[in-house]
């Protein structure tokens, strides 16, 4: 053999370049030892005083070759500068098939291409936006990193990641920022804050995008980073803002990953960041589906200064004022702020000429200035955001060196996932400026005056809200409603009390009232005394009855034997001259109609039958716990947790996941978490106790870091079950980084039964995660 490749190197000239080419057309030989001539080559004898058996082959005959296919790929493999710039031409071309194989075949003769070569192959690829090669492209970086991460640059991974976010690939999208960090070419806030808002546009890339957040803000937290310094000029260039906070806080509020936002929020004032004004909007938001009404309070002394805030804005803090006083059963302060609406509204209304007046001026203003909106739109239109079918190239990437155009798209995400949030709110409404509440708002407050039984003091509020509220006609009033819904859901007692307390406050409320309060009496058939109370309320008012409702009454009484009563009733109904088609006020209002009367008593029936109740004593618990998890101060935070079981109210997962964040703070309370994550499993198994992704992915953490797999692997069975996301790149860290040497030699030839149990969970672990 060595004989051949010493002929290979003395042909020369265009007899050599011949050679190759024949070479490269057939698989046949171009050196023999047996036979000295061969058909296919033209090269002539050139070293006639070396060896007489190595010799080049003249185009006479056919003879017996040696080389095979593998041969010829050896051999025109030789060169790695031809393999490279055949895949720099392939990537230029969009031949990515191409393209792969001559990577394949560098990295299988020569290694990793120059750095070059393989960022125009990572850019190539990412810039066909399809899965397929966006995974090839990611493969291709995860390998470099791990052969030799100084060939990866910092602007074709930025643009990577991009385009992985772009595309629905969130996991891998945060892996390569990840790459980066660990590389120490650290993507600037701007780069890296669109790379989020791309990924927030689903549930489980804001979820990652939280992680990403927390991992980078833990870098700069309690001043570890000296800004002095020119060292850290880079690495300061990558601290989270609070336009990145904005971004990640609302898509965790959208997608209901709130707890891991409250953590954020507790992150950014450790690392300087202050929230923007429209932040203070989205802390509120998250506070209220958190349950911290104490911290929104201290919220709405800055909402009501701050200067900037939109209508819209202002709706949703109300909105999510209004929602905890109501999860904490303070009726009062919902009352009072009910009422505040309402009479700001009742003020507004005798203003509202001169408000007609303000407005027709503006429109007319705009109309006499067409050309100036239809600018204003269409420097809108031009800087909207790209599409996935518009996706930026790599060359324009690269010049945007500010990435200007990046931060811009990411403001234009911001304003759709703050759009969709605004479609959440509702318990408040606004109309020219006016915050009113909603019908949503008013049943979940009757009904929270229901469940408690506090008539009297619905009916207080129902006295002030028909003062302040001006209804086009009595039978479509807040007050005529709420006695309807109560009456069509069998509450005839409460809505009899109603009445009263309504008609001594000297409220007007109809005769459909009367008549389907008595009519609901006669189907039930055993309140003879409450209906005779009530035709001498309807008489004293004069009410004039329907002619079904004395049907109904007349036949009540037949059916009681009362034959006087109903001979009486008969008589009056003569004499009162009632035609039969009489009122059909309750039946329109509870059928609906096309301007929609029935709203609010449809809302409220609807609010009631829902069966859904609030113990408003687990938000307390839960704030006193998470106080002393926050202080760390566990023995407190568990003398409270068995106080709240002690007063029969059932931990829900907000409690645990104050328990185990804590813990997880601390460090080293691993069998503590072993303890809670057993309750869990007996309340989840007895009681309505949800897990989420957020409580268990807290688990798991706990587990994995403090080596306990066997449970470990009895939370990622769950979450595998439930189909909830792991990000396996996470853990996959924290093994290498605190378990790297674990079980890695053989097993002990005696060990004890739980022993075994623990290695094989460790070893299905590691090959969970993909290190085995």
């Known amino acids: 053999m060595w004989q051949m490749l010493r002929a290979g190197r003395i042909c020369s000239g265009s007899y050599a370049r011949h050679a190759v080419s024949s070479l490269m057309l057939a698989p046949r030989c171009l050196f023999s030892l047996e036979n000295p001539q061969c058909s296919d080559c033209k090269c002539r004898r050139t070293n006639q005083a070396g060896d007489n058996n190595t010799k080049f082959l003249r185009p006479h005959s056919h003879g017996a070759c040696f080389s095979t296919i593998t041969d010829t790929v050896l051999v025109q493999a030789r060169d790695p500068s031809q393999l490279a710039l055949e895949i720099e031409n392939a990537v230029d071309e969009r031949r990515f098939d191409d393209a792969w194989r001559a990577y394949e075949k ?150 209901g990953t709130t707890r891991k936002a409250e953590q954020l929020l507790e992150l950014m004032p450790r690392i300087g960041v202050k929230p923007e004004v429209n932040l203070l909007i989205v802390m509120a938001r998250i506070y209220e589906r958190n349950g911290r009404r104490d911290e929104i309070q201290k919220l709405k002394r800055h909402v009501d200064e701050a200067y900037g805030l939109s209508e819209s804005e202002f709706r949703q803090f109300y909105d999510c004022l209004l929602s905890c006083h109501l999860k904490f059963g303070d009726l009062d302060s919902a009352v009072d702020m009910v009422l505040d609406m309402l009479r700001k509204g009742k003020n507004a209304k005798r203003s509202l000429e001169a408000a007609k007046a303000v407005l027709e001026a503006v429109e007319n203003r705009k109309l006499y ?140 409320v109809g005769s459909s009232i009367y008549s389907s309060l008595l009519k609901a009496y006669c189907k039930e058939g055993q ?49 009162s001259n009632v035609m039969k088609s009489g009122h ?38 839960n704030n006193v716990i998470h106080f002393f998890c926050k202080k760390r101060l566990m023995h407190d935070a568990h003398s409270a947790l068995n106080k709240m079981r002690a007063s029969g109210h059932v931990p829900n997962a907000q409690t645990f996941h104050s328990l185990i964040t ?43 870091r403090g080596g306990f797999f066997l449970r470990a692997m009895e939370v990622i069975e769950m979450m595998e079950k439930s189909e909830m996301f792991i990000d396996k790149y996470k853990y996959k860290s924290l093994w290498l980084k605190y378990h790297r040497t674990l079980y890695k030699g053989k097993a002990p030839k005696v060990q004890t039964e739980a022993q075994l149990k623990r290695r094989e969970a460790a070893i299905h672990f590691k090959k969970w995660i993909g290190l085995t």
């Not at 803000?217 to 990145?244: C, E, W």
């Not at 409450?530 to 009540?556: H, N, P, V």
């Not at 059909?584 to 039958?609: C, I, Y």
């Open 527 to 575: 309140h003879e005394d409450d209906i005779t109370a009530l035709l001498k309320d309807a008489q004293q008012a004069g009410i004039q009855l329907d002619a079904s409702c004395y049907e109904d009454l007349i036949q009540s009484r037949v059916s009681h034997s009362n034959t006087p009563g109903a001979l009486h009733l008969f008589k009056e109904l003569k004499n």
């Open 106 to 255: 560098h990295v299988h003769m020569d290694g990793l291409p120059r750095k070059s070569v393989l960022s125009k192959l990572i850019t190539g690829l990412a810039e066909s936006c399809d899965a397929h090669w966006l995974n090839r492209s990611y493969n291709v970086v995860s390998h470099a990193f791990e052969e030799k991460h100084e060939l990866l640059g910092k602007e074709p991974l930025i643009y990577l990641s991009l385009t992985l976010a772009r595309c629905a690939l969130p996991s891998l999208a945060i892996n390569v920022v990840r790459k980066l960090v660990k590389m120490e070419a650290y993507p600037p806030v701007a780069a890296w804050s669109a790379i989020v808002a791309h990924m927030c546009q689903t549930s489980t890339g804001a979820f990652l995008a939280a992680d990403l957040v927390m991992e980078l803000g833990y870098l700069f937290q309690n001043n570890r980073v000296d800004p002095r310094k020119k060292i850290n000029h880079p690495l300061l260039s990558m601290k989270p803002n609070s336009f990145t906070f904005n971004i990640v806080l609302t898509a965790s509020l959208l997608f």
């Open 662 to 704: 804590a813990y997880a703070a601390i460090g080293g309370k691993y069998v503590e978490v072993t303890d809670l994550w057993g309750e869990m499993k007996v309340l989840a198994g007895s009681s309505s106790m949800k897990f989420d992704q957020e409580l268990l992915d807290s688990l798991l953490y706990c587990f994995v």
């Open 369 to 508: 200035f067409p050309y100036g909106k239809i600018e204003a739109e269409n420097s809108c239109s031009s800087e909207r955001p790209l599409s996935d079918s518009q996706m930026l190239s790599y060359v324009s990437f690269f010049k945007d060196n500010s990435f200007a155009r990046l931060a811009l798209e990411a403001r234009e995400l911001l304003k759709l996932l703050s759009d969709k949030l605004q479609e959440q709110v509702g318990l408040v409404k606004s109309e020219h400026g006016i915050l009113h509440p909603t019908e949503t708002m008013y049943a979940k407050l009757v009904k929270a005056f229901l469940e408690a039984d506090k008539i009297s003091a619905l009916a207080a509020f129902l006295v002030k809200a028909s003062k302040e509220d001006s209804p086009v006609s009595v039978e479509r009033s807040f007050v005529v409603q709420v006695i309807n819904a109560c009456i069509s859901l069998g509450l005839l007692e409460q809505a009899h009390d109603l009445l009263d307390e309504m008609r001594f406050s000297g409220i007007r």
């Open 584 to 621: 059909k006020e309750f039946q329109t209002l509870v059928q609906g109609s096309d301007d929609n009367e029935a709203a609010l008593t449809t809302r409220l029936v609807e609010e009631v039958r829902s069966g859904h109740t609030v113990d408003h004593a687990v938000h307390d618990w």
